[in-house]
């Protein structure tokens, strides 16, 4: 019987390293994310079977209809990454745009939600399923211009309890993971598109890659039945705090 994890936000940074390990791990995948030409990619790269599914997280009835048209024998799905996310500008409350704020409520926080509700169910009529959501630093603490986006990973971190105490019985494990800084496309996108400001986020220090968490993930869903990691945080050797990075 071949084991499925399905990995939201696989077509870059750290869903798409999750899906590399996961493979080796010898899940067959089902690669979400709104990038087909990347899923493909991706896809190419792994040994076992894959399903590719390219829907926005943002649209409810596209999630249904996405998750709905997985075929009979992909159904059971053993783990969830619920990773797709992003932050959407960096700037004070007074100074916010509205665009990128509905961007990153309707993305990390409601998106992650109508995935779950598509996929949870089965897996409590199963008896047995894996969620991992991925939080963030930003989901234990406020830093600077962060609001909104900590406010969705905030939300997240409370999801991620919630839900833990809502399934406790049914067989179904909930896990969070918490990064601190990560080199993927994040910070491209926060910035929007702005590669020197983007750059610097990473610079003079070593940032986490996003292998560096997918081997956390990895080792979270391969413990026993009986042990759940409930929450994680992992950091750069060089953060300490949102704020606090020793670069030289
Ligand atoms: P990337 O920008 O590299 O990847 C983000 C992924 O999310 C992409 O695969 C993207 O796919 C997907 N995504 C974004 N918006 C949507 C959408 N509307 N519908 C479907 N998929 C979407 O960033 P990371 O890998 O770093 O981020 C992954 C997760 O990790 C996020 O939840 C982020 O908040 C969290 N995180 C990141 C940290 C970091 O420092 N990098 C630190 C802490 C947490 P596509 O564009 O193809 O749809
Ligand atoms: C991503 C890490 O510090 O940019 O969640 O918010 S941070």
């Not at 019985?169 to 994040?186: A, D, N, R, W």
Request: hydrophobic share 40%.
């Amino acid at each position: 019987m071949s084991k499925i994890a399905l990995v939201t936000g696989a077509t870059s940074g750290i869903g798409w390293a999750s899906a590399l390990l996961l493979a080796e791990e010898g899940y067959d995948l089902i690669l979400c994310g709104r990038r087909e030409e990347r899923l493909d990619e991706l896809s190419e790269k792994v040994n076992t079977k894959t399903l590719k599914l390219a829907f926005d997280v943002r649209d409810r009835d596209r999630v249904k209809e996405a998750i709905s048209s997985i075929p009979e024998n992909w159904k059971s799905i053993d783990i969830l990454i619920n990773n797709a996310g992003n932050a959407h500008g960096l700037s004070k409350v007074q100074d916010g745009n509205i665009d990128d704020w509905d961007a990153m409520i309707d993305i990390n926080v409601k998106g992650l939600l109508y995935v779950t509700k598509a996929i949870v169910p089965g897996m409590v009529e199963r008896g047995a399923g894996h969620v991992v959501n991925i939080g963030s630093i930003a989901g234990k603490e406020v830093y600077p211009n962060g609001n909104v986006y900590c406010a969705s990973k905030h939300a997240v971190d409370a999801i991620n309890n919630g839900m833990r105490i809502d399934l406790v019985g049914t067989g179904v494990k909930v896990s969070q993971v918490c990064p601190g800084l990560v080199e993927t496309e994040f910070s491209m996108v926060r910035f929007k598109g702005d590669e020197d400001r983007s750059k610097g986020v990473y610079e003079g220090f070593d940032a986490l890659t996003a292998h560096d968490v997918a081997d956390l993930i990895r080792f979270i869903v391969t413990r026993p039945k009986h042990v759940n990691i409930s929450d994680t945080m992992i950091l750069p050797t060089a953060q300490v705090a949102s704020t606090i990075v020793d670069k030289n």
